[in-house]
C-alpha cells in the first residue's frame, strides 16, 4: 500500500476522530437537537437517552459502579481542575495538604500553585528515573492535614503506568481521596476505579478517536461519597457540579469512541505494542547512543520516547516535518523555552532532555509507516550528528562534561 | 511554529558544515554554548595571514534549526571579509536575513558570539600577523 504523508505519530497530543465516530454524532447537530434537560418534549427526551448512553459506556470502561458518577466537561483540563479546586475547596476545612508527582501535565501542576497561592500546600513527589512512582515517597509526603493524593495513571511523554492498585489502596488507608488523570491511560489500557480505588478521574475524548471539546470526570458516589465545590455555577447540571448545556453531539461521540475502544483495546494495545516495538528495535538497533526514556515494560502500548545524544529535538522534528508528525521536549519546542521537566524529572541531563522525541502510535498506523518512519529518524539523526560539534567532541574522545560551557 | 523559506533552505542545505584543524596556521576557532541549553555552535575561519583576508569557513552546530541555519549563514558571510569586516557582522542583521521570531533571537546572538570567539582565537594565535594587517 502506498504511503501516505505526513504520517501521524503524535497520538498522545491528540488522535483523528474516527470516521463510525463522527457518523454517529452527526444527527444530533441537526434533527435530534434537543436539550437533554428538557423534560417535557420529545427532542429533550431523545437528547437525554443519548447522553445517558454515553454516560453508561464511559461508566463501562472505566469500571464504575454507576453512570451517574460520570460527569461531563469540556474535557482533561476542566476535569483536572474541578477535581483539585472542587476538592480542595470542599474538603478545605479537613486539611489543605495535597500530594502529587513531579511529572504530572500542566493542568495539574498549574492547578496545583494556584491552589498554593490560595494556601493550600503541595508536595511534589520524585519518581524514579524509569518514571515510576515510589509507593514510599508518597506514604512519607502524607500528613494528617493530607486531603487528597493526584497521580497521572500514565505520562503523556514517556508512557510510564504507575501502579494506581497500589496507591489507591494507600489512600483508603488513610482515608484519603485518589484523584487519577487518566487523559492517557483511559481507551488504551484497563482502568477500573474500583479495582484500583480511585474516587476521582479524569479523561477526555480527543485522545481516544472521539472529539476536541468533551472530557469527563468520574465522582464516587459510594464509599466514600466524593462531593465537589462547583467552578461554574448555573442551572445545575451534572448533579450541581458542572453547570452548562451539555453538549449533545460532542458527548454522543465520547460516548460511542468509548464503545469502540472498549471492545478493540485487546486486539489494539497488542498490535500497537507490536508495531511500537518494530519501530524501537529498527531506532535502537541502528543509531548508537539512544536511550530509551521511561519504564521498559510499564509503559503505554503505543508510547515511545528516545534521546538521540548529540542532537538537538526541535532539528530532528525539523527534518521529519513535512512527512512525519512527532513530538520532542526539547526546549525549543515548548512555549516556556525549558526542555521538558518530565525527562529531566527522570534524573536524565538537560542536554538528552533537549534531545527527546516521542513517538506516539494510533489506531490507524501501519507497518509500512512505522518501517518508513524508522528508516528516516535513523537517517535524520545521521546527518544531524555529522554536523554536530558534540559528536564530534565525543568522537575525539572528549568528555563533554569536562569542558567548561558557557551558559548563555 | 513555520520557518521561513531561509531557515528551511540553510537547514536542508546547510552551508560550510565541516572542521579545520585547530592547529592549522590562519585558522581561528570558536565553540560557544552549551548543551544543557540545546545550543552548541562550532565556527572556524581560516585567513589569509598575508591579506587578513577569511578565506574559509566552517561551522558544526547542535541545535534546532534556526541555531543551524544562523551559524551556516554566518559562515557564508564570512568567507571574503576581512577580520575587521567580519567582527562588524551583528546578530540583528542574521535575525532580518532569516526572519528569525522572537523566541529564535538567541540563535543569531549565539552566531555573533561564535564569530567573536573564532576571531579572538585567531587574533590570540596571530599576534604578531594580526598586528602587520591593515583592515
Not at chain 1, 162 to 174: F, R, S, T
Request: hydrophobic fraction near 40%; include cysteine; aromatic fraction near 6%.
Amino acid at each position: 500500500m502506498a504511503l501516505k504523508f505526513p504520517i501521524f505519530m503524535d497520538s498522545q497530543s491528540t488522535t483523528p476522530t474516527d470516521s463510525r465516530v463522527v457518523e454517529v454524532m452527526l444527527p444530533y447537530f441537526t434533527e435530534k437537537f434537543g436539550h437533554p434537560a428538557s423534560r417535557n418534549h420529545p427532542f429533550g427526551w431523545e437528547a437525554e437517552a443519548a447522553v445517558d448512553l454515553a454516560r453508561e459506556r464511559i461508566q463501562k470502561l472505566i469500571g464504575a459502579r454507576d453512570p451517574k458518577e460520570v460527569i461531563f466537561t469540556s474535557g482533561g483540563t476542566e476535569s483536572i481542575n474541578l477535581a483539585l479546586k472542587g476538592a480542595a475547596e470542599m474538603y478545605r476545612e479537613k486539611g489543605t495538604h495535597i500530594v502529587t508527582t513531579a511529572i504530572e501535565q500542566r493542568a495539574t501542576l498549574d492547578t496545583c500553585k494556584r491552589l498554593e497561592r490560595q494556601g493550600f500546600t503541595v508536595t511534589y513527589v520524585p519518581v524514579r528515573p524509569d518514571g515510576l512512582v515510589d509507593l514510599d515517597e508518597i506514604r512519607k509526603a502524607l500528613t494528617d492535614k493530607t486531603i487528597l493524593i493526584s497521580v497521572m495513571f500514565a505520562n503523556n511523554e514517556v508512557g510510564t503506568i504507575q501502579d494506581m492498585a497500589a496507591i489507591g489502596k494507600l489512600a483508603k488507608e488513610k482515608g484519603i481521596l485518589f484523584h487519577a488523570d487518566a487523559t492517557q491511560a483511559v481507551g488504551k489500557i484497563p482502568v477500573n476505579v474500583e479495582a484500583m480505588g480511585i474516587d476521582l478521574l479524569s479523561c477526555t475524548a480527543h485522545l481516544i478517536y472521539g472529539p476536541k471539546g468533551v472530557g469527563a470526570l468520574y465522582v464516587r458516589r459510594k464509599g466514600p461519597r466524593v462531593r465537589l465545590a462547583p467552578m461554574i455555577d448555573g442551572g445545575g447540571h451534572e448533579r450541581g457540579m458542572r453547570s452548562g448545556t451539555l453538549p449533545v453531539p460532542l458527548i454522543v461521540g465520547f460516548g460511542t469512541a468509548a464503545a469502540i475502544c472498549a471492545e478493540a483495546m485487546p486486539e489494539e494495545s497488542a498490535r500497537l505494542a507490536t508495531l511500537r516495538d518494530k519501530l524501537q528495535d529498527q531506532i535502537l538497533s541502528n543509531v548508537e547512543e539512544t536511550y530509551l526514556n521511561g519504564h521498559p515494560e510499564r509503559r503505554l502500548p503505543h508510547n515511545l520516547n528516545i534521546s538521540f545524544a548529540y542532537v538537538e529535538g526541535e532539528s530532528v522534528l525539523m527534518g521529519l516535518n513535512k512527512e512525519t508528525a512527532l513530538s520532542s521536549g526539547s526546549a525549543c519546542t515548548s512555549s516556556t523555552l525549558e526542555p521538558s521537566y518530565v525527562i529531566a524529572a527522570l534524573g536524565a541531563s538537560s542536554e538528552l532532555a533537549h534531545s527527546s522525541i516521542r513517538f506516539s502510535l494510533h489506531r490507524f498506523n501501519t507497518e509500512e509507516e512505522v518501517n518508513y518512519v524508522a528508516r528516516r529518524t535513523i537517517e535524520v539523526i545521521r546527518r544531524l550528528r555529522d554536523m554536530s560539534p558534540l559528536y564530534e567532541l565525543a568522537k575525539e574522545g572528549v568528555d563533554i562534561k569536562s569542558i567548561q560551557w558557557k551558559a548563555e | 511554529m513555520a520557518y521561513s523559506d531561509k531557515v528551511v533552505d540553510h537547514y536542508n542545505n546547510p552551508r560550510n558544515v565541516g572542521s579545520f584543524a585547530k592547529d592549522l596556521p590562519g585558522v581561528g576557532t570558536g565553540l560557544v554554548g552549551a548543551p544543557e541549553c540545546g545550543d552548541v555552535m562550532k565556527l572556524q575561519i581560516k585567513v589569509n595571514l598575508e591579506t587578513g583576508v577569511i578565506e574559509d569557513a566552517k561551522f558544526k552546530t547542535f541545535g534546532c534549526g534556526s541555531a543551524i541555519a544562523s551559524s551556516s549563514l554566518a559562515t557564508e558571510w564570512l568567507k571574503g571579509k576581512t577580520v575587521g569586516e567580519a567582527a562588524k557582522i551583528r546578530n540583528t542583521d542574521i535575525v532580518n536575513e532569516l526572519k528569525l521570531p522572537p523566541v529564535k533571537i538567541h540563535c543569531s546572538v549565539l552566531a555573533e558570539d561564535a564569530i567573536k570567539a573564532a576571531l579572538a582565537d585567531y587574533k590570540d594565535k596571530h599576534a604578531g600577523a594580526a598586528a602587520s594587517v591593515t583592515t
